[in-house]
């Protein structure tokens, strides 16, 4: 399905038409055949564990301004792919990861799980929307895994005015994140905003008011 159609239909417009290598200065041009771009990758970074937490709700305590993660995974030819495992992980409001020594946090599994898509290539999740740690903008983990290999690891990101305004929320602490793609030690190597521009998840609000970002993840 045309990523157009599919973000039309959830009501909602598509982002980005191309990225830009992380690794490469040439421009590289990857599109479903339904001209859609290609998800591109974005390091995995140093707070992935397998938890193999499968759950919908990855929030167990934790506080912040409440949000559902929606995925569509296809192919390059834009067919829905069943089964693919979404593994999701994030930061909590105050920028710390679960499960960590140097977190302070050791087995404790919050905001980290996974689902496989359904016959239309779609998984859900609820969590609380993350906040932030110095070097890096605010973001949202994520592996794919099909037939026991990952197929990609990326990051989602999210629409500033959104950010912006969940970050007057007193339990995000810190406020908000003034880091620049240039200070973010993950996408500096970008030369222009592109690669960024195709991971901005879509998000509005429900009919209670909550947070509802959607993405379809388009792999190679």
């Given at each position: 399905?045309?990523?157009?159609?599919?973000?039309?239909?959830?009501?909602?417009?598509?982002?980005?038409?191309?990225?830009?290598?992380?690794?490469?200065?040439?421009?590289v041009t990857l599109l479903t055949d339904c001209n859609d771009p290609i998800t591109p990758t974005v390091p995995i970074g140093p707070y992935y564990k397998d938890e193999k937490l499968n759950r919908i709700d990855i929030t167990e305590a934790k506080k912040g301004t409440p949000i559902e993660y929606i995925f569509r995974?296809?192919?390059?030819?834009?067919?829905?792919?069943?089964?693919?495992?979404v593994d999701i992980w994030q930061c909590d409001n105050?920028?710390?990861?679960?499960?960590?020594?140097?977190?302070?946090?050791?087995?404790?599994?919050?905001?980290r799980g996974f689902q496989k898509t359904d016959k239309d290539g779609v998984c859900r999740f609820k969590?609380?929307?993350?906040?932030?740690?110095?070097?890096?903008?605010?973001?949202?983990?994520?592996?794919?895994?099909?037939?026991?290999?990952?197929?990609?690891?990326?990051?989602?990101?999210?629409p500033k005015e959104i950010e912006n305004e969940v970050y007057k929320n007193p339990v995000y602490t810190k406020g908000p994140n003034l880091t620049t793609l240039k200070e973010d030690f993950e996408l500096?190597?970008?030369?222009?905003?592109?690669?960024?521009?195709?991971?901005?998840?879509?998000?509005?609000?429900?009919?209670?008011?909550?947070?509802?970002?959607?993405?379809?993840?388009?792999?190679v």
């Open positions: 399905m045309n990523r157009n159609k599919f973000l039309s239909l959830l009501g909602l417009s598509s982002v980005g038409t191309l990225f830009f290598s992380a690794r490469k200065k040439d421009a995974v296809e192919d390059k030819h834009c067919i829905p792919i069943e089964g693919a495992i105050d920028g710390h990861y679960s499960d960590f020594e140097k977190e302070n946090t050791l087995n404790q599994t919050w905001l969590s609380v929307f993350p906040g932030w740690y110095t070097g890096r903008i605010t973001h949202l983990h994520a592996k794919v895994h099909m037939n026991n290999e990952d197929v990609l690891i990326t990051n989602f990101f999210f500096s190597v970008d030369t222009d905003t592109k690669r960024r521009d195709t991971l901005i998840m879509n998000v509005t609000k429900d009919m209670h008011d909550n947070l509802v970002a959607k993405y379809t993840i388009a792999l």
